[in-house]
């Protein structure tokens, strides 16, 4: 019998054990490997978590027609991307398999469309199969979610949780429901003259814009002199309508139906008028003490402020920073103040009245 080197011995052992793990789907977990797998989890009360970028992988057991249970939290709404895949000694593509999203522990309402999750908690499910299980077989899982940039917890879906739209910029949101609605959220300073237009990138039965106050009650016919403010063909802009609005806050909201599952929506809001007719606010945060010469405070931004003590009336121009500084006569006791402030486009507000002491 020819006797074989240790030296040859050792690299006989290696080669054979390269070769077996080259051939077809094979993957030979060292010890530090299978210490660093995780358990799945068959109880939907206990899933496991999922965070952003990670992937996970689970030595298989040999269960039959049972559910693995996922979940993960959104902070804001994001596009979401779930894969998973087995590896081991056998054909194995058919033992897992990616089954939905739901958005509740029971399972029972599923996402149906990842382009654009919503802020929130979610359960993902797998399906279990016994087909061709293996002891070394490994399931790996993997997860990605892209936020789309709409701040937390903004959803759009109601006027309780709405996209913010800024007046004079394009505001796109994303519609990933069938027969469902967005609603956007801004503020006017002044009264307001503005075109609304709309455009949707996909077909659509019917949709139409609409404009609501900051109760959410629906003003379009007040505002807009229309019932709805209907959109145009797909990929194409809508009529710009012309709407008017008090200075305050407002919101803008889209529904549609159709088989749509998703696509983007675009408002776009023009300034025609801007007209200030909203009186300054009173000043406050008055200082003002027996034996100075001056009345200190604070108003409205780059106004004017009209001081009165007795039957003389003292003028002065408050800072970009709201505070002013108007001098007087030299105050007493018993002096009764009058302040008020005027905007510049000359809408005067309630005085402050105050007593020297």
Excluded at 142 to 149: M, P, Q, T, Y
Excluded at 294 to 300: I, L, M, R, S, W
């Amino acid at each position: 019998m020819r006797k074989v080197s240790k030296l040859a011995a050792v690299v006989l052992a290696a080669a054979m054990m390269v070769s077996t793990a080259m051939q077809g789907n094979l993957r030979i977990l060292g010890a530090q490997e299978q210490t660093q797998l995780k358990k799945l989890s068959y109880d939907v009360q206990k899933p496991v978590e999922l965070s952003s970028g990670e992937t996970v992988s689970f030595q298989v057991e040999k269960v039959s027609n049972k559910n693995c249970y996922f979940t993960f939290t959104l902070k804001e709404t994001s596009k979401v991307a779930i894969t998973g895949h087995v590896e081991g000694t056998s054909d194995t593509s058919l033992s897992w398999k990616f089954r939905n999203v739901y958005s509740d522990k029971l399972c029972s309402k599923s996402v149906t469309e990842l382009d654009a999750v919503d802020a929130g908690t979610y359960y993902v499910v797998f399906d279990c199969t016994p087909n061709r299980l293996s002891d070394d077989q490994v399931l790996t899982v993997s997860f990605e979610a892209a936020s789309l940039g709409w701040g937390k917890g903004v959803d759009g879906k109601t006027t309780d949780n709405p996209i913010p739209l800024t007046v004079g910029k394009d505001c796109e949101i994303n519609i990933n429901e069938k027969y469902a609605a967005r609603y956007t959220k801004f503020t006017l300073e002044n009264d307001t003259v503005l075109t609304v237009q709309g455009n949707i990138a996909q077909s659509y039965t019917a949709g139409s814009m609409s404009v609501y106050d900051a109760k959410g009650t629906n003003i379009t016919s007040t505002a807009a002199g229309a019932s709805e403010l209907a959109l145009g063909k797909p990929g194409e802009w809508s009529k710009a309508y012309k709407v008017t609005l008090k200075a305050g806050t407002y919101y803008l909201g889209v529904a549609w139906r159709g088989q749509m599952y998703s696509t983007d929506f675009t408002f776009r809001t023009e300034v025609l008028k801007e007209t200030d007719n909203t009186p300054p606010a009173k000043p406050t945060k008055l200082v003002y003490k027996a034996g100075t010469t001056k009345v200190t405070g604070n108003g409205e931004k780059s106004a004017t402020v009209f001081v009165r003590v007795g039957d003389k009336i003292y003028t002065g121009k408050i800072s970009a920073k709201g505070t002013f500084s108007v001098t007087t006569a030299k105050l007493v006791k018993g002096d009764v103040i009058y302040v008020w402030v005027m905007d510049k486009a000359l809408n005067q507000g309630k005085y402050s009245k105050v007593t020297v002491k």
